[in-house]
């Protein structure tokens, strides 16, 4: 299957599609991703690690790999929870990237999950998809979150009065201190009491702390490149100001419930940085 790979932050997403994948195929697996697997069937793991490099082989695990190993099950299930738990009738991922949940998530009839990307993500994901048939009607909102994506929303049917469960997994490091508030302030405008919100965040800059345990690692370098400033405030503190009720939990905590390793990364007790999870209600 001839197939464009997303560049820059889109690359992000066939790394964490991945490393789904990874974990489908577990004997002792927290979640199965059909996306994911159809992922790697289709294009190669060597493939998906090489993008967007074309010098690079695909071959070894790099820091990232590693980390995201490591992580990504224990924020996969933190987010699907926060789904299961808080069932509203409407879902809405943003940078979703090559989410699978319509793929694999039973929830009720009604039920509609919005995902938010940049066009060639979502057709990238809808082609590797193919003929899997989703559990729950999805529709794909196809613009960049620098842009008037709340309009977009709008356009595809979301009702802002009625209650929503937000999913902002994977992106606030991406975005500079202004564009991380106004999106967080625009979803709070469109959020109906009774929705609630996913979030993550660390203490200091994640590319920072990934130099300092994995040093030169191309990966880790990939990924340095990519990130930004995030929210002027923790997600826990700006969402608890205007209005949300908020619990948070370190990633070590989360990683014990569901019976993982956490990251050297994100364990400060082996120089890696505080990272937290946190969702929110109105």
Known sequence: MALTIPQGVGWTALVVSAQRAAESRRP?????DPVAEALVDTIGEAAVAAAPDPDHDGTGEDA???VMGDFLPVRTCFFDRLVTEHPTAQVVILAAGLDGRAYRLERPAGTVFYEVDVPEVL????????DLTPTVEHRSVAIDLREDWPAALLAAGFDPTRPTTWLVEGLLIYLPADAADLLLDRLTGLSAPGSAIGVEYADRDPA???????GDD???RRFADLVDAGPRDTPARWLGSRGWTVEESTVREQAALV????PVVMDPDRGGMDAWLARARR
């Open 208 to 214: 920072a702390a990934m130099s300092g345990v994995a």
């Open 259 to 262: 019976g993982r390793e956490v």
């Open 28 to 32: 002792d697996a927290l979640f199965r």
């Open 64 to 66: 990232l790999t590693r």
């Open 123 to 130: 057709a990238f994901r809808d082609a590797v998809a193919g």
């Open 218 to 220: 191309p990966g880790a």
